[in-house]
């Protein structure tokens, strides 16, 4: 029981890596709080969890709205009374082409999915941790644009890009806190974001090639990542960038 009693928010928990990571935390004994925008795949998201006899509180909203980021917060201290850890994993590949087809809100729709979104949700779930001092943040950026581009998307790439820098400045302003930054950087995982990027078989056999370990990611395995960087396991681990990319970013073959 890594995270027994402590209270957890995770964003983008309707699908993928997010509900992953509400199963595998709510058997390590979180308390959670669980953001995305369909209110369905949330419910049936917390059916399960509580089917278990674990906690689980559902909100659905858009990351793009500061309100929404808010609201989770009080949603987790209305609840249980108290905030530990925020693990704002909600993202988007956005509009994908070639930069001269992008229009400009494409370009702003995915930078506020994916990185203004991180902004806010560290600015409303910092204060009650500052109180209680200590709590951890998690943001989920990606191999895509750390070190890896593809082309169309590159506004993808510099939000997940931006969220490193976001983590690095965060983990140094917050460290006196006892609040722990840290970005988590999924290879390429079997999800519907995936899917989106890969439903041509051909196209997804590239992409498993891509990675050292040849295949693709289980959202399962990259939800384990992420439970020891906001658990107690990973209590010196801030300001990193911890990869779980199968081999991706050494892989040349
Ligand atoms: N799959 C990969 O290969 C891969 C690789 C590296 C990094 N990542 C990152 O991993 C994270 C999770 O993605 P995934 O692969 O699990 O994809 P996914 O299954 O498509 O899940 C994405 C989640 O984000 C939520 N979301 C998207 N836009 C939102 C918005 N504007 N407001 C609120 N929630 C929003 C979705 O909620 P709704 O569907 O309910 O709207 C969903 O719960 C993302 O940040 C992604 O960039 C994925």
């Not at 278990?52 to 249980?80: F, H, I, N, P, S």
């Amino acid at each position: 029981m890594q995270l027994r009693n402590k209270v957890v928010i995770i964003t983008g928990a309707s699908s993928g890596i997010g509900a992953a990571a509400a199963a595998l935390f709510a058997e390590e004994g979180a308390k959670l709080v669980l953001g995305g925008r369909s209110q369905d795949r949330l419910d049936r998201v917390v059916e399960d969890i509580r089917a278990r006899c674990r906690e689980a509180e559902a909100l659905a909203g858009d990351v793009q709205d500061e309100d929404y980021a808010k609201a989770l917060v009080e949603t987790a201290l209305a609840r249980y009374g108290r905030l530990d850890i925020g693990f704002n994993n909600a993202g988007a590949l956005g509009a994908v082409g070639d930069v001269t087809s992008l229009a400009a809100e494409d370009w702003r729709v995915t930078l506020e999915t994916n990185l203004v979104s991180a902004f806010y949700a560290a600015k409303h779930q910092v204060p009650p941790m500052r109180t209680q001092g200590r709590g951890a943040l998690l943001f989920t950026s990606s191999f895509v644009g750390q070190g890896i581009g593809f082309p169309g998307l590159s506004a993808y790439g510099a939000s997940k890009a931006g969220l490193v820098g976001l983590v690095q400045c965060l983990a140094v302003e917050l460290g006196e806190s006892g609040i722990r930054v840290n970005a988590l950087l999924p290879g390429g995982t079997k999800t519907p974001m995936a899917g989106d990027f890969s439903d041509d078989p051909a196209a997804a056999e590239g992409i498993a090639q891509m990675h050292a370990l040849k295949r693709m990611a289980e959202p399962e395995e990259i939800a384990k990542a992420a439970l020891f960087l906001v658990s107690d396991a990973a209590s010196f681990v801030t300001g990193s960038t911890m990869l779980a990319d199968g081999g991706n970013s050494i892989c040349k073959t």
